[in-house]
């Protein structure tokens, strides 16, 4: 197995070397950084599996360059501070952070705050996915019914009837149905079902 890219992000440059140092001894791949600011581009160019960030408190810049990362290249992040206010931890957790650990960070339970991190972005991605799935298919069901209901009205037809036109028309044309269905709903004229 592959030893884990981790980008590591560290505001006090003389915790970074050491922190470095734990992860380069436990055998994963780390690219080190002191602003998080530059996180988006650091994770695009290195493309780390997973991203930690050290830091006292979780200050603006670093949850807006969280933000900014998890819009275009999530990643499981892990967050090393030394601030445990409950609005803190809101603040990172809605920024992206995963895992959220006060008082720094132990060379000895790095990998298994690692692997949790990992699986609890793995289950919330899925989550995300299958969300993102069923909108799509709530959204295309709606237009399906919207055209339905346009073909009943105007050519007066059955909900059966409209239902199969639309499907004949799809399948004809190598379209999906509600592909067909937007046509419908955005057309002049409805001829082009035959």
Do not use: W
């Not at 380069?24 to 290195?46: N, T, W």
């Not at 949790?116 to 709530?138: G, K, S, T």
């Not at 069901?141 to 105007?154: D, F, G, T, V, Y």
């Amino acid at each position: 197995m592959e030893a884990l890219k981790i980008l590591l992000v560290e505001h006090e440059v003389g915790r970074l070397a050491p922190l470095k140092a734990a992860l380069d001894g436990q055998g994963y791949r780390v690219e080190a950084s002191e602003h998080a600011r530059l996180l988006h581009d650091q994770v695009m160019q290195f493309e780390p599996d997973v991203v930690i960030i050290g830091v006292d408190s979780p200050d603006r810049d670093t949850l807006e360059g969280l933000c900014v990362m998890n819009q275009d290249c999530p990643r499981p992040v892990v967050m090393f501070s030394d601030d445990g206010d409950p609005q803190a931890i809101r603040a990172a957790i809605q920024a992206g952070v995963v895992s959220y650990v006060v008082n720094g960070l132990d060379p000895g339970r790095i990998r298994a705050v690692l692997e949790v991190a990992i699986a609890q972005f793995q289950a919330y991605r899925a989550l995300h996915d299958n969300l993102a799935d069923v909108r799509r298919e709530l959204e295309e069901n709606k237009l399906i019914n919207q055209a339905k209901s346009r073909l009943m009205r105007e050519l007066g037809l059955s909900e059966p009837e409209a239902y199969h036109r639309m499907r004949r028309h799809a399948m004809r044309h190598q379209q999906k149905i509600a592909q067909v269905a937007e046509r419908v709903t955005q057309a002049r004229r409805l001829d082009f079902l035959g």
